[in-house]
């Protein structure tokens, strides 16, 4: 689902209004971005319920159908934005191909937030191991620096809704009440952050020159913790010490190994964050990159605590 957003300054929003694709147009709607008007779809696939909600919605959002391959349909829609966010799956990075093809030609695009919205894909370090997860990603940005397009790229890490719910145990759905694996020794910090003020701060750099051709991270102090401190915080809030069974790298590589794909995935991004710290083993270079909560320290955002008191 392809969404474009106007306002009357003709900033705008466009992206794929799938879970995150619905918040960020919801944050639009909301106010909390310059946007105000109607939004404007083209899609490869039927309008979702939440989609043909906000059509009825007192906003004034049309769904277009169309296809994602079909350039000269994202043509016409994007000679009407300024800023393009996409959202699609992991699964569909390189079909971010034509768009970006389609915004080289039309020639008016302001910003191109490409699909990412995970750990930097540049500093990554499991490429013997992810299937080309994040290459393709780093594909898409070569792509977009080569064509001049202008870009923010985001970097949230992980979403709350992923891992965190289970304390990090694989297979889980919720936490743990009496044992708890802890993967490598346990120190190693990784970043949780909410799907809807992830949106909030994609929004927020839409127009911003602070974040033009850089990298937004998003790595809150509060959201910011390793798996000994996340087990800790969940223990103080149920009153109860956890047995801690520890399993170390060369346990979970033989786990990753044994397991097929696209199963053992889970784990992979497990060693990726809290074996190897590819969210957390690098610095900020202010020459390309910015951190969100720093630069826009007026948007709320829930921490890891707050997100798991809602689990109690």
Same mark, same amino acid.
């Given at each position: 689902?392809?969404?474009?957003?106007?306002?009357?300054?003709?900033?705008?929003?466009?992206?794929?209004?799938?879970?995150?694709?619905?918040? @960020?147009?919801?944050?639009?709607?909301?106010?909390?971005?310059?946007?105000?008007?109607?939004?404007? @779809?083209?899609?490869?696939?039927?309008?979702?319920?939440?989609?043909?909600?906000?059509?009825?919605?007192?906003?004034?959002?049309?769904?277009?159908?169309?296809?994602?391959? !079909?350039?000269?349909?994202?043509?016409?829609?994007?000679?009407?934005?300024?800023?393009?966010?996409?959202?699609?799956?992991?699964?569909?990075?390189? !079909?971010?191909?034509?768009?970006?093809?389609?915004?080289?030609?039309?020639?008016?695009?302001? =910003?191109?937030?490409?699909?990412?919205?995970?750990?930097?894909? !540049?500093?990554?370090?499991?490429?013997?191991?992810?299937?080309?997860?994040?290459?393709?990603?780093?594909?898409? =940005?070569?792509?977009?620096?080569?064509?001049?397009?202008?870009?923010?790229?985001?970097?949230?890490?992980?979403?709350?809704?992923?891992?965190?719910?289970?304390?990090?145990?694989?297979?889980?759905?919720?936490?743990?009440?009496?044992?708890?694996?802890?993967?490598?020794?346990?120190?190693?910090?990784?970043?949780?952050?909410?799907?809807?003020?992830?949106?909030?701060?994609?929004?927020?750099?839409?127009?911003?020159?602070?974040?033009?051709?850089?990298?937004?991270?998003?790595?809150?102090?509060?959201?910011?913790?390793?798996?000994?401190?996340?087990?800790?915080?969940?223990?103080?809030?149920?009153?109860?010490?956890?047995?801690?069974?520890?399993?170390?790298?060369?346990?979970?590589?033989?786990?990753?190994?044994?397991?097929?794909?696209?199963?053992?995935?889970?784990?992979?991004?497990?060693?990726?964050?809290?074996?190897?710290?590819?969210?957390?083993?690098? !610095?900020?270079?202010?020459?390309?990159?910015?951190?969100?909560?720093?630069?826009?320290?007026?948007?709320?955002?829930?921490?890891?605590?707050?997100?798991?008191?809602?689990?109690?």
């Amino acid at each position: 689902m392809l969404c474009a957003h106007f306002d009357r300054s003709r900033h705008s929003e466009v992206g794929f209004a799938g879970r995150f694709g619905q918040r @960020a147009t919801r944050v639009c709607l909301a106010g909390d971005s310059p946007a105000d008007g109607g939004v404007q @779809a083209t899609s490869s696939a039927p309008a979702t319920a939440a989609a043909n909600s906000m059509a009825e919605s007192k906003s004034k959002i049309l769904i277009i159908g169309g296809s994602l391959h !079909d350039e000269e349909i994202l043509i016409e829609a994007l000679k009407q934005v300024d800023v393009v966010i996409c959202a699609v799956a992991s699964k569909q990075v390189h !079909d971010q191909k034509p768009l970006t093809s389609a915004i080289k030609r039309v020639g008016c695009i302001k =910003r191109f937030i490409p699909s990412e919205f995970g750990s930097d894909p !540049d500093r990554t370090r499991v490429s013997h191991l992810d299937h080309n997860f994040y290459s393709r990603k780093s594909e898409i =940005r070569r792509l977009v620096e080569s064509q001049g397009i202008p870009y923010t790229y985001i970097c949230c890490n992980f979403y709350t809704s992923y891992l965190l719910p289970s304390l990090v145990q694989p297979g889980r759905q919720a936490p743990p009440q009496d044992n708890v694996t802890i993967f490598g020794d346990g120190n190693v910090r990784g970043v949780f952050m909410k799907e809807s003020d992830v949106a909030a701060f994609t929004i927020s750099t839409m127009d911003d020159p602070c974040t033009l051709n850089k990298t937004l991270y998003l790595r809150p102090p509060g959201n910011t913790v390793s798996m000994n401190e996340l087990v800790t915080i969940w223990e103080e809030k149920i009153g109860k010490k956890l047995e801690r069974n520890y399993i170390s790298e060369e346990e979970l590589l033989k786990r990753i190994q044994e397991n097929p794909y696209p199963e053992n995935m889970q784990m992979v991004f497990i060693y990726s964050v809290f074996v190897k710290g590819d969210q957390t083993y690098y !610095d900020i270079n202010s020459s390309n990159g910015v951190e969100g909560t720093q630069l826009y320290p007026h948007i709320e955002y829930t921490t890891v605590s707050q997100f798991l008191d809602k689990l109690l």
